[in-house]
């Protein structure tokens, strides 16, 4: 069974590779900086802002208990629209970028 071989230096110069290649960064970076960004709140918000975390919402539930939820909440988020983007863009780009070079 003979193996193929791939130009590796041409398929990194391919417009499709590097639209693919944006796309995920520019994607993977703002999800990454955004959810980043959310869970340094939790520390910030707790050290600078005590108070902010002893707010009753409900009963004996507060603001703290229900930030610190909804990071879990915020990690599904995260979780869902990763592989959503995966599987209709990301596949779909690397689908054509495999035509094109196979």
Known sequence: MATKSYNWAQIARNPKYLELKQKKRRFLFSLWFGSSVYYFL?????????DLFKIKVIGVINFGYLFILSQYVMTFCVAIISTKMANTEFDRLTDELVHEVG
């Open 42 to 50: 939790l520390p910030i918000l707790s050290g600078y802002y005590p």
